[in-house]
């Protein structure tokens, strides 16, 4: 299943099983890293069909983690489906969680869906990402040591058995920048990379209009937006927003609450303009 993340939880969506000839082409286009992974989990669950999993796929970009994860998931269902097998009831889980919040939140409420207190309701949790990744922002990574009260909590990071890919997909004919994106994750780039990254600069007067930007700062963001905006012809019209609080509030703290408000960024405000 696919989760979405709503206002309380993530709302599950089922994950549809693919024919079977789709299966067999994906199991044939695996390098051999990801079908040890699949025969692995396969062994592991026939050996042992009680036995609680809690493994971690960490691989650079490009390595082929989302391929990995569609072909468990069809792997998966073939397993565990039943003929009379209730729509409402899903054999596989798939869930985006990223920094530590939001990975304590899965376990609380999967506990709280399996009525058990084993870790994450006792459910078997394979978990893929990249530890060279950026962290989340406003959060800390889940494999951060845990501080103050919370280091009482059981340890769920140390629970998982850690496996890597390392053989480049996404690049594969192009092992050149493969490597070069790799040493710019560790931050170790070569001269030689430097240079090559060079060659790729532009101005941006020659980028599409339908190309996405990615900004380091707010600052070069808004000066793009407001450049971008300036060159679009034809009259500029203002559409002026104005701030209201719940009427089920107090009175008196209406007034705190819109002072708060008009001194947000634009970062907290949708991006919208606060006068």
Same mark, same amino acid.
């Given at each position: 299943?696919?989760?979405?993340?709503?206002?309380?939880?993530?709302?599950?969506?089922? @994950?549809?099983?693919? %024919?079977?000839?789709?299966?067999?082409?994906?199991?044939?286009?695996?390098? /051999?890293?990801?079908?040890?992974?699949?025969?692995?989990?396969?062994?592991?669950?026939? $050996?042992?069909?009680?036995? $609680?999993?809690?493994?971690?796929?960490?691989?650079?970009?490009?390595?082929?983690?989302? &391929?990995?994860?569609?072909?468990?998931?069809?792997?998966?269902?073939?397993? &565990? *489906?039943?003929?009379?097998?209730? %729509?409402?009831?899903?054999?596989?889980?798939?869930? =985006?969680?990223?920094?530590?919040?939001?990975?304590?939140?899965?376990?609380?409420?999967?506990?709280?869906?399996?009525?058990?207190?084993?870790?994450?309701?006792?459910?078997?949790?394979?978990? &893929?990402?990249? &530890?060279?990744?950026?962290?989340?922002?406003?959060?800390?990574?889940?494999?951060?040591?845990?501080?103050?009260?919370?280091? /009482?909590?059981? %340890?769920?990071?140390?629970? @998982?058995? #850690?496996?890597?890919?390392?053989?480049?997909?996404?690049?594969? +004919?192009?092992?050149?920048?493969?490597?070069?994106?790799?040493? /710019?994750?560790?931050? *170790? /780039?070569? +001269?030689? +990379?430097? *240079? !090559?990254?060079?060659?790729?600069?532009?101005? !941006?007067?020659?980028? %599409?209009?339908? =190309?996405?930007?990615? #900004?380091?700062?707010?600052?070069?963001? +808004?000066?793009?937006?407001?450049?971008?905006?300036?060159?679009? *012809?034809?009259? !500029?019209?203002?559409?002026?927003?104005?701030?209201?609080?719940?009427?089920?509030?107090?009175?008196?703290?209406?007034?705190?609450?819109?002072?708060?408000?008009?001194?947000?960024?634009?970062?907290?405000?949708?991006?919208?303009?606060? $006068?």
């Amino acid at each position: 299943m696919n989760a979405s993340h709503g206002k309380g939880f993530s709302v599950f969506q089922p @994950t549809n099983k693919c %024919p079977d000839d789709k299966y067999r082409e994906l199991i044939q286009k695996c390098n /051999l890293k990801q079908w040890d992974l699949v025969q692995h989990l396969q062994s592991c669950l026939r $050996r042992e069909p009680t036995i $609680r999993l809690h493994w971690m796929i960490q691989g650079a970009a490009g390595t082929g983690k989302s &391929f990995l994860i569609h072909i468990i998931e069809q792997t998966l269902i073939r397993m &565990f *489906e039943k003929p009379d097998q209730d %729509p409402s009831q899903p054999t596989v889980l798939k869930m =985006a969680p990223t920094g530590t919040n939001m990975y304590k939140k899965v376990n609380s409420h999967l506990k709280q869906f399996k009525g058990s207190e084993e870790p994450f309701g006792g459910l078997r949790i394979l978990h &893929f990402g990249d &530890f060279n990744q950026l962290p989340t922002v406003k959060d800390a990574p889940i494999f951060k040591q845990i501080s103050g009260l919370n280091q /009482l909590a059981p %340890p769920m990071w140390h629970l @998982t058995q #850690y496996y890597e890919l390392n053989e480049i997909m996404r690049q594969k +004919d192009d092992k050149t920048y493969a490597e070069l994106l790799n040493r /710019l994750a560790l931050g *170790e /780039l070569t +001269d030689k +990379d430097v *240079e !090559l990254l060079k060659t790729k600069q532009t101005i !941006l007067e020659k980028v %599409p209009k339908s =190309a996405t930007l990615l #900004y380091h700062s707010n600052h070069d963001f +808004d000066l793009a937006n407001k450049l971008r905006l300036n060159s679009i *012809e034809g009259p !500029l019209v203002k559409s002026q927003a104005y701030d209201s609080v719940s009427e089920t509030a107090p009175n008196s703290s209406k007034q705190k609450v819109l002072d708060k408000v008009r001194n947000f960024d634009r970062t907290k405000t949708g991006n919208l303009e606060n $006068r």
